[in-house]
């Protein structure tokens, strides 16, 4: 199916590590231009730093005070308050309620899910809510509040009110620096941050030297946990309203299989390759009392993002692969998933929490009893600014030698550490071969690609060369429209997987480079159409009776609907 769909093969992860090994020989056809705009902006920066005695030469490299990058803020004595507790504790909702009272504001969440779902509620709610995150942009009249992914957060407008959820993810090594510059950055007169209590000394000392007040506010689960002192054994003993939970999309269909096998449930699934809408049509099966979709195998996707209607987890291992070995899981990754059984307004009086396997109990237990431990430093990386103004010193070498140096030679203070760009390298060791500017060379630096794929970082590559040589990339140059179809294989399905991510790429391409890649509307749809045809292969999983032909049906209709 790939092979239909991206016409030409280019170079791919596999090939990443040979150029790495190259990319000491000359990649200089980077040639940077005048950036009035940047020069501007780090005016600000240099000020704050200055003593505005002598002539020393300014240290681009010096990113001991990140909370000078960030003006607006600065300009505001900001009141924070930190909701701290565990999952279902309604620390979130209490932020919320502030957020929809407010007369301007913006809630800033680590999924588009999260995003999509406040922006709903607050339209609901009949307070106007623009919806933006890095793949769509859904404005309405008047509105006054957005919900964004973290990433978007807008630095430089003024907000009486702004939320971010899940705080504690400032300690992430990929994403926390952009949860660090919402931090810093957002200029609003109250920040409400929502997350674990274990990032609560860390905040505090970061925001001694902005000046704002900072309050906690702790809170207690609304609804029991309870850690059972038996494992699940045998399958038979699966009954409504579980999630079992797995680390290996290979297991999690084995499990599906499995339990379906008992003739007793239906099971939805959900992880993380998954596309965000076949997530929440997933899970909204799972929580309709009227579905026969009953039970959910997971992964830890379910973590954050999505409301369920769990009874109990069952972990399935207390093991994960984390991308270099197979480890036991920590205790915050414990609670954050064991924590979502027992929602608020379920039909459940508590939720409950074991294992498949007697042997996994000890660490699930003392998991539990354990408190998170304390964060002890925050994610920063260098905007397009700082590589830019140290790109004038390296006017020889490509962006992948510029991010190289600058982060060996960058300056931090103890509070900070600098966010995992191995993805960027990665991406920067591809495209340096291209005849770009630095700048559009960081933008695809930055997109979401998964360079671990091999068919999303091939089309990634399409994109850059089509983009590098005429200034223009059409969908249909690399990718054919009408040849998407329902998966037969488990093989198809991950192809099928990949493709989403490449027209993902596309789209998120084409918001910011919109006359370059003018086909959001085709690849929106053809998304939308991988969503489905994912979507009919996880029920065609399922036994084929009077409900699952009706939802194929359904689904088959929708998907015309786009064709």
């Known amino acids: 199916m790939a092979s239909l769909l ?47 005695k002598g002539t020393a030469k300014f240290d681009f490299t010096d990113l001991t005070r990140p909370h000078t990058w960030y003006p607006n803020a600065r300009k505001k004595q900001r009141k924070v308050f930190l909701h701290v507790g565990p999952t279902n504790s309604g620390k979130t909702y209490h932020a919320l309620k502030r957020l929809e009272s407010s007369s301007s504001g913006v809630y800033c969440g680590p999924l588009r899910l ?26 309405v009249d008047g509105a006054k509040h957005k919900a964004v992914t973290v990433e978007m957060a807008d630095v430089t407008s003024d907000y009486e009110c702004a939320v971010i959820d899940e705080i504690q993810m400032l300690g992430c090594k990929t994403r926390g620096f952009s949860f660090t510059r919402a931090l810093l950055g957002i200029a609003a007169d109250e920040l409400h941050l929502c997350g674990d209590a274990a990032a609560v000394p860390l905040i505090q000392e970061l925001l001694k030297v902005t000046g704002d007040d900072v309050q906690v506010r702790s809170y207690e689960r ?25 680390f290996s999309r290979k297991e999690i269909y084995k499990l599906k299989k499995k339990i379906e096998t008992g003739g007793k449930h239906l099971c939805s699934v959900v992880y993380g390759s998954l596309p965000p809408e076949t997530r929440t049509r997933q899970a909204t099966m799972f929580n309709d009392a009227s579905s026969e979709f009953d039970v959910l195998v997971a992964s830890d996707a379910i973590g954050m993002g999505l409301n369920l209607n769990i009874s109990r987890i069952i972990f399935s291992t207390m093991k ?10 920590t205790v915050p990754e414990v609670k954050q998933i064991a924590g979502r059984s027992g929602r608020y307004g379920s039909k459940y009086p508590m939720g409950e929490v074991t294992c498949l396997d007697a042997e996994d109990l000890p660490l699930l237990h003392s998991s539990l009893k354990s408190a998170s431990p304390t964060l002890q430093q925050a994610g920063v990386f260098p905007s397009f600014d700082f590589i830019y103004m140290y790109s004038r010193l390296q006017q020889k070498r490509g962006l992948y030698q510029i991010l190289e140096d600058f982060l060996e030679n960058a300056k931090l203070s103890d509070n900070y550490f600098f966010a995992n760009c191995e993805e960027m390298l990665k991406v920067a060791a591809v495209i340096d071969e291209l005849p770009l500017s630095l700048q559009d060379k960081y933008l695809f630096c930055l997109s979401p690609v998964d360079m671990n794929d091999e068919i999303s970082s091939q089309g990634l590559t399409q994109f850059a060369e089509n983009y590098a040589k005429k200034g223009l990339v059409r969908l249909k140059e690399i990718f054919s429209p009408g040849s998407l179809q329902v998966p037969k294989t488990h093989s198809a399905l991950k192809e099928l997987e990949s493709i989403h991510k490449v027209l993902e790429l596309y789209v998120w391409l084409s918001f910011r480079l919109d006359e370059s890649f003018p086909d959001h509307e085709l690849a929106s749809s053809q998304k939308a159409i991988c969503s489905m045809l994912i979507e009919e292969f996880l029920e065609r999983l399922g036994f084929q009776n009077p409900t699952s032909r009706k939802l194929n049906s359904l689904m088959a209709k929708k998907r015309r609907q786009y064709l």
């Open 6 to 52: 991206l016409r030409q093969r280019r170079v791919s992860v596999l090939g990443v590590s040979r150029i790495l090994q190259a990319v000491n020989g000359d990649s200089s056809r980077l040639q940077p231009e005048s950036n009035c705009r940047t020069f501007a902006r780090f005016g600000v920066i240099i000020r704050n730093y200055s003593s505005g």
């Open 114 to 139: 999260l995003a999509w779902e406040v922006a709903k509620r607050l339209n609901k709610a009949r307070v106007p809510c623009d919806l933006i995150t890095g793949q769509e942009k859904d404005e």
């Open 222 to 246: 609304l609804l029991p946990l309870v850690p059972l002192e038996v494992p699940l054994g045998s399958f038979s003993n699966i009954r409504t309203g579980d999630c079992i939970v797995s």
């Open 320 to 329: 994960k692969f984390d991308g270099l070995e197979m480890r036991d899981l």
